[in-house]
């Protein structure tokens, strides 16, 4: 002691500044290159290290489960090739504008839907039910006028001027069911009307679609028709607890058009299905339809995962899995989670309530939020009634993001994350709902550490220089005291 007290002593306040001023720089040249590190591949070099070669050394165990690899190599460059960046897709759980956005403005005085997303829905409206033959039925003509208007209320007088003037105007009657009606009982009842003028004319367009191009666009106008109001019965009799009826409904419209896959009808039917708990009809729909060569979906996703998660989740228990590892339907479930959460990372926060709902947008992005919104404002019940689900979802989801590869543009399982949700996402979406984004990666402790440490050294640095006598007996006195 008498030694150190001596050797104190003859430093003088030049050696302390130049001590602090060489820990800063090295503490500053430690987080500079733990920020780089963190840039490139999205984990903290000391925290990467300390995990892989320090742990085993002292007798940790890392207890993950390995990462998947039986989920199809050739997912990655099929879809890449298939799916673009972000298109928006039409909801295929879209609700009723009058009854039930309309009544959600009522309410609450906020208006569910935007701008973007409406003027969608006007260009989708044009697309399916408008045609080159339309001025031949003065009816078509006024309802092809109709769905450009802006103003609700002038598309409603319209459709009401078209059944003047032909009272078996299918289109016509769509509107009235989407728009005026406000209650789902009131839209089946014009729907009804819909199906029954719309076969009539989907009989004829057929018995003559042959003679010109013109007759043959008018017949995929009809069938358009015809397709889009069977789908919206199905979906009103699910509405109103009829489930056994809009399943099917919804099966016998997939074998009469199976070509019109792109509209995703098998969404409504996995839904359905999954409000009867028929798991094992859910599992055949989604083996015919979650396949390489098809584009995925969030439904598609966090379904199989529920399925896997349904096999072992009411026994699971993270301290017991820690302990004894994972079972293989374990790691199955895992897997099928983690390859869920990569397709679409924003659901599990609205799964677990962490974030609130709001009425899903009438188009999503695939893998943004909108999707997430719609998913889960459908689905959560259906992950609430197995038991331990989303409590396995909990422990697993977030481990998915230790395991892509990063930069992003590299992907894993899937295509690369598309950098343009976010601004798809924000037009899509209420103002007042909080966009979620990805990728946001928190930064790891030892880069707040060694921001702190080259902050506080820094600091050392700067007071040894203004009072050098002052830190000298400062510094004395705390190594005594130490």
């Not at 299918?170 to 209650?183: D, P, Q, S």
């Not at 419209?253 to 999954?274: R, T």
């Not at 199989?304 to 479930?333: D, H, M, Q």
Request: hydrophobic letters at 40%; charged letters at 20%.
């Amino acid at each position: 002691l008498l030694t150190v007290t001596v050797f104190l002593g003859t430093l003088t306040p030049k050696f302390y500044f130049a001590l602090t001023v060489t820990s800063s720089f090295i503490s500053g040249l430690i987080f500079v290159f733990e920020w780089w590190h963190f840039q490139k591949y999205g984990t903290s070099f000391i925290e990467q290290v300390s995990v892989s070669h320090l742990r085993p050394l002292i007798g940790g165990v890392e207890n993950s489960p390995p990462p998947p690899a039986a989920f199809s190599a050739g997912e990655n460059e099929t879809s890449r090739q298939n799916m673009p960046e972000c298109k928006v897709w039409r909801n295929p759980l879209n609700l009723f504008r009058g009854a039930e956005y309309s009544r959600y403005m009522w309410v609450t005085g906020k208006e569910p839907l935007t701008y973007y997303d409406m003027n969608l829905s006007a260009q989708d409206h044009q697309n399916f039910f408008t045609c080159d033959t339309d001025a031949l039925r003065p009816s078509d003509t006024v309802m092809q006028k109709a769905w450009r208007e802006r103003n609700p209320q002038a598309r409603i007088k319209a459709a009401y001027q078209a059944l003047e003037l032909n009272n078996d105007c299918a289109t016509a009657y769509v509107l009235l069911a989407e728009e005026e009606a406000t209650t789902i009982v009131d839209a089946e009842k014009y729907f009804k009307q819909a199906l029954k003028a719309g076969e009539m004319i989907y009989r004829k367009s057929q018995n003559c679609h042959s003679q010109s191009p013109q007759h043959e666009a008018q017949l995929r106008r009809d069938t358009n028709v015809l397709v889009y109001v069977k789908r919206r019965l199905a979906m009103c009799a699910r509405k109103l607890g009829r489930i056994r009826e809009a399943v099917k409904m919804m099966r016998d419209l997939m074998k009469e058009f199976p070509l019109l896959s792109m509209l995703n009808i098998h969404e409504n039917l996995l839904e359905a299905l999954l409000e009867l708990q028929a798991y094992a009809d859910v599992q055949a729909v989604l083996a015919k339809y979650d396949d390489i060569s098809l584009p995925k979906s969030a439904a598609i996703c966090y379904t199989a995962a529920l399925l896997k998660a349904r096999a072992v989740s009411e026994r699971f228990s993270p301290e017991t899995a820690s302990k004894r590892g994972l079972s293989t339907a374990e790691i199955n479930a895992v897997e099928a989670i983690h390859r869920a959460v990569e397709f679409n990372p924003h659901v599990p926060k609205y799964l677990l309530e962490m974030k609130s709902l709001v009425l899903p947008p009438e188009h999503i992005l695939k893998r943004g939020d909108s999707e997430a919104v719609a998913y889960a404002f459908f689905h959560l019940q259906h992950w609430k009634r197995i038991e331990g689900a989303l409590n396995l979802l909990h422990c697993t989801w977030e481990g998915t993001f230790r395991m892509i590869p990063y930069p992003l543009e590299k992907g894993h399982l899937f295509y690369p994350y598309p950098s343009c949700t976010e601004t798809a996402d924000r037009e899509l979406l209420p103002t007042f709902h909080e966009v979620s984004v990805y990728p946001q990666k928190e930064l790891p402790f030892f880069i707040h550490f060694t921001a702190g440490l080259c902050s506080f050294s820094a600091m050392l640095a700067l007071l040894t220089h203004q009072f050098p006598e002052l830190m000298v007996i400062f510094a004395k006195a705390v190594s005594i005291v130490s």
